[in-house]
């Protein structure tokens, strides 16, 4: 049995439904909350819905990150969170989030993408730990390889070093955040 899924940019009537999404999948009101405070700051780049029968199933989210390099403030997106409500995942819906938003990085000219994640799920996208070991970032990871990063275009990392500054809405540290 196939199922379609239609992959589309959020819109103010998702609000609530990605919410819900976002706390079914990671059983955490701040996860919901992040996305909320991107998207209210503006420092959402993307925000993708999957939808099956007109209900919102899946959620994708990229936002600005900097990377602070001796030769300047590097632009990289964020992909962060993925979510896919319980009930529909391992169906493929997350890959498919994640092809189209990467797909959309592409396009609109990025360069990069940073994910913190499962080391075993995001390398068939592209990424690799590999990329990202130069970079200093402000999480911990809870296993090895899981901070990871994507060149979308060849040899754009080769040499940059330096700290890995996110939006506000992460709550991090002022020395870690691109915004005032």
Known sequence: MSQEWIIRVENSADYESIDRVVIAASREEETAQLVRDLRTHGDALLS???????????????????????????????????MVDPAYQNKGIGSLLTRHALQHCRLSGETIVLILGH??????????????????????????????????????????????MYPRAFGLAPEWTNHG
């Open 48 to 82: 993708l819905v999957a939808e099956s029968a007109s209900s919102v199933v899946g959620h994708i989210m990229m936002s600005r990150a900097l990377i602070e390099d001796a030769r300047g403030n590097i632009p990289a997106a964020a992909l962060a969170p993925l």
């Open 119 to 164: 080391p075993t799920y995001y390398p068939r996208f592209g990424f690799s730990a590999d990329l990202a070991q130069s970079l200093k970032i402000p999480f911990k990871p809870r296993v090895p390889g899981a901070y990871m990063a994507l060149e979308l275009k060849p040899g754009v990392l080769s040499g940059v070093t330096g700290r890995v």
